[in-house]
């Protein structure tokens, strides 16, 4: 079984850093992961995209975190990381790992981990 595990969120003081990790666990299932990347949500809005990388190494970031965040994989891993600096108080929320999974035998589909929160105090 194939699950998207994340690690590192945590409370930090504006200006901060902070690094998350998502492993995929079950890779003696996983025939190969295409893109990674993480979402976010703050309380009372959506779902919203934080940056994607490829398996290529392509990346792709929401405007709010270009210059701040790095996102970074390593395909060996089946790890994906979200390097966060500079944080500001408006980048608490849930912190979601996506990606997408080709297991042997199945079609490429969506994966999600359980979150991993953020808070950034003032």
């Known amino acids: 079984q194939v699950q998207l595990v994340e690690s590192g969120g945590g409370l930090v003081q504006a200006g901060g850093s902070l690094r998350l990790s998502c492993a995929a666990s079950?890779?003696?299932?996983?025939?190969?992961?295409?893109?990674m990347g993480w979402y976010r949500q703050a309380p009372g809005k959506q779902r919203d995209l934080v940056a994607t990388?490829?398996?290529?190494?392509?990346?792709n970031y929401a405007d709010s975190v270009k210059g701040r965040f790095t996102i970074s994989r390593d395909n060996a891993k089946n790890t994906v990381y979200l390097q966060m600096n500079s944080l500001k108080p408006e980048d608490t929320a849930v912190y979601y790992c996506?990606?997408?999974?080709?297991?042997?035998?199945?079609?490429?589909?969506?994966?999600w981990g359980k979150g991993t929160l953020v808070t950034v105090s003032s």
């Open positions: 996506n990606a997408e999974i080709k297991v042997w035998g199945r079609e490429s589909m969506d994966y």
């Open positions: 079950g890779s003696i299932f996983i025939s190969s992961i295409n893109s």
């Open positions: 990388i490829t398996s290529g190494g392509s990346t």
